[in-house]
Structure formats: C-alpha cells, structure tokens
C-alpha cells in the first residue's frame, strides 16, 4: 500500500505541475491523470466512478444551459448598456457600474459564464469611449471572484464544497459568505477609482455617444426571454428550498434546464448542448478520479494528521491556516483542483476529533474563492478574459495584474480573517 501512496502522489504531483505549466490543455492532462489512478491499479473503476461527484457535474451542466438560451435574448448586453447610461455615460462610473454587474452575475450565475457575456459588451463600450479596456477588464475579474464568493453556484470551489457537505445548502451559502462579499465589494469600489481613474478619460462627444445608444434594441426575442426570466427565477427558489424538498442542488439545475428547453422547443437543443463546457465538465471528472488516489492510499489522512498536529486541533488556527494556505495556494495554482484535494482533506479532520467543521468549510471557501483574485492563473474566469483580451489586441500581462490582483487579494482576506473570526471562533 505504501509503494502505491508513493505512486499515487507521484502522478498527482507531476499532472498538478503540467496543469500549472499551461503547456498541454488543463483537461487533457487531468484526464491523463485519472486513467493512470486506474491503469496503473491504485483504484479501480468502480471507486474511481464512485469518487466523482455528478452533484457538481450536473449542476453546472445545468446553469451552463439554462445561461446560454437566455444569453440569446440579449438580456446582458441590454443590462450592460442600461448601466453605461444610469452613468451618464462617465467612464469612471461605467466601469465600476460593470464590475458590480459581474459580481452580481457571479453570485447567481457563476464567474466564468459571466465573464464570457460580459467581456464583448465591454469591448463594444470602450469602443465608443475610445478608451482602453484593460481596467474595465481587470475590474470585472476581480468582482466575479468576489461575486463568485456569495452563493453556492457562484463559483465551482463553493459547488463542490456543497456538493460534498450536505448540511450546506444554497441558502446556508448566502446566509454566511454573502455578507463578507458585499463587505469586500464595497472596500473594492473606491480602490478600484483610485487605481483606474487617471487611465480611463474620454471627451464629452464620447460620453454622448454612450448616451445615444438604444438598449431596447439589444433584445431580439422578448418571448424567449419571458420563458428564460421564467425558469431562471424558478431555478434559483428551487434551490433555496432543495433541502426542504429532498432534492440535491444539481437536480434543482437540470430540472430548470429542461424545463427551458420543452418550452424553447428541441430545435434550441443542439445549440444549448454545444454551448455547454464540455472540455471544463471532463476537467473535473479528471481531477476527481486523480484525487480519489490520494484518499484510497491514505495520504489525505496522514495530511490531516499532520495538519491537526501543527495546529493542536485549535479551532481558530486550523481555520486561520486553511484560509490564508488557501488563498496564497489558490493564487498561483488553478483553485479548482486545489479545492478537490482540501475537501477530503477537511473531512479526515472531522474523523480525527475536529468537530467543529464549519468555520474550517467556511474559510476553505473564502481563501480558494477570494485567492483567486491573487494572479493572472488564479481562476478559469481570470484566463478566460484574458485570452479574450489577447485576442482583441489588448494582452493583460501577468505582472501587470499580480501588482493589483495580489495586494487586492491580500485586504480580501484581512478582512475575511477578521470575519471568520468574529462570527464563529469568537
């Protein structure tokens, strides 16, 4: 069994390093990773597919759906210039008015869909303002991290931290991260002003421009957009009331998503399908199987053991140090894979003595979600607006955003210490 462990966190540690090095598709390599968990005899099949958790993966099949049959309708185009003008046009007020947009999105669509509808509306603003979108880019980054943080389909760390504990619900998730997001949020608005405000001017012929566009015209199916308002809202009390009913979260989703779809008609079907993020959906079926090897070895246990034996088993350390071990990690490594790993790892503390939980699932959520604002790598929605960006002739640098991104990230978690603390270690 040891030469097995050996094995097992051989395989992990070199697929985690590849995934970090970006040289290969994150998907590929995780999938690579998983078949050689069960090629090379460390699980076997039927373990392997035991450890996949289709909560996860149903739930965003579901949400993924559901947002790109009502993306069609021009909702978040409409919003987005609805806002440019609330502003007056001003580009200073424009930019924090979409980053507020994308953390609200964030918290009930999820960053990374977010993110890919609000980036074109962006670039087509800038356009007209004639000024550089990076800013407006980099804020809305931060804010889907942050907006992300809120609820449990906002981000995929908090799906599948809710996947994997039951007693936390959709509702739980609200209740206890969203009053820290809005916090941050709001200490991020005046930062974001100081930071940007000097890079962003434009002249008042352009400001009229913003103001002379016509956002009834962005909605092209009102009818369509009726039906996916409809279900969208239905989803969402569906899943505040999902553990009142005996359902799970990813039940409440696919529900939703086919609910839309016998009323869209099939011929929306094939479109919905290809729209949904297949390559994102096998990256964490990857990741899952890749870790049931570390479990099925016993090293995630001999890693609690050691983390209750740094901390004593004191609460308030153990929750400090998954925090900011999280956050620091989840900067500079993709956090969704570091979110697989920790989850059986909080759990083996459980089985240890810890009996508390809570806060340790708590603080795991706010560092992987949060620390994701670290760096340019520290989440999917951070590489997907810059590989938009790119492609636009505007790169976001890697250096350029960790000199904002890091410092941001570091006051986030100040604060999220301070909050962790005074709500459930006090």
């Known amino acids: 069994m040891e030469q097995q462990a050996v094995l097992a966190v051989a395989i992990f540690l070199v697929i985690y390093a590849l995934i970090i090095s970006e040289k290969i598709h994150r998907t590929i390599i995780a999938m690579i990773g998983g078949v050689l968990m069960v090629v090379l005899g460390i699980v076997d099949q039927e373990t392997a597919l035991h450890h996949i958790d289709f909560n996860t993966i149903g739930l965003l099949i579901g949400m993924m759906i559901i947002v790109s049959i009502t993306a069609e309708t021009g909702l978040f185009k409409f919003i987005a210039v609805w806002a440019a003008k609330k502003a007056k046009g001003n580009p200073v007020r424009i930019m924090i008015a979409l980053a507020l947009i994308t953390a609200m999105g964030s918290a009930f669509l999820d960053n990374v869909t977010t993110v890919l509808l609000m980036v074109p509306v962006t670039f087509s603003i800038t356009r007209q ?55 941050i949020m709001i200490s991020y608005v005046p930062l974001f002003i100081l930071l940007f405000r000097k890079q962003i001017k434009t002249t008042p012929e352009l400001t009229k421009s913003i103001m002379n566009m016509d956002e009834s015209e962005l909605i092209t199916d009102r009818k369509l957009l009726m039906k996916s308002l409809s279900v969208l809202g239905f989803t969402i009390i569906g899943f505040f009331v999902h553990q009142i009913l005996y359902l799970e979260s990813a039940t409440v989703a696919l529900a939703g998503a086919f609910l839309l779809l016998l009323l869209t008609g099939e011929h929306k079907m094939e479109d919905a399908f290809s729209k949904v993020e297949w390559t994102t959906i096998f990256f964490f079926i990857g990741l899952f199987v890749l870790v049931s090897g570390l479990v099925e ?37 993709d956090n969704i894979p570091f979110v697989a790993t920790m989850i059986p790892l909080i759990q083996e503390m459980g089985n240890m003595g ?24 520290g989440a999917s929605a951070n590489l997907i607006v810059a590989g938009m960006s790119a492609k636009e002739g505007y790169p976001i640098k890697f250096v350029q955003f960790l000199k904002i991104g890091f410092p941001l990230m570091i006051v986030s978690i100040i604060l999220a210490s301070v909050y962790v603390y005074l709500r459930y270690l006090l």
């Open 297 to 333: 070895t016993g090293t995630i246990s001999k890693l609690a053991a050691q983390a209750i034996e740094l901390t004593g088993g004191n609460l308030i350390a153990s929750s400090m140090l998954i925090l900011w071990l999280s956050s620091i990690a989840s900067a500079f490594l």
């Open 129 to 183: 303002l004639r000024v550089s979108p990076v800013p407006y880019l980099i804020t809305q980054i931060i804010s889907s991290n942050v907006g992300g943080t809120a609820t449990l389909i906002g981000d995929p760390p908090n799906i599948m931290i809710g996947s994997a504990v039951k007693e936390l619900t959709f509702s739980a998730f609200i209740f206890n991260l969203a009053p820290i997001a809005i916090l």
């Open 354 to 377: 810890v009996t508390n939980l809570e806060p340790l699932w708590w603080s795991l959520a706010l560092g992987a979600c949060l620390g994701g604002n670290g760096s340019l790598i």
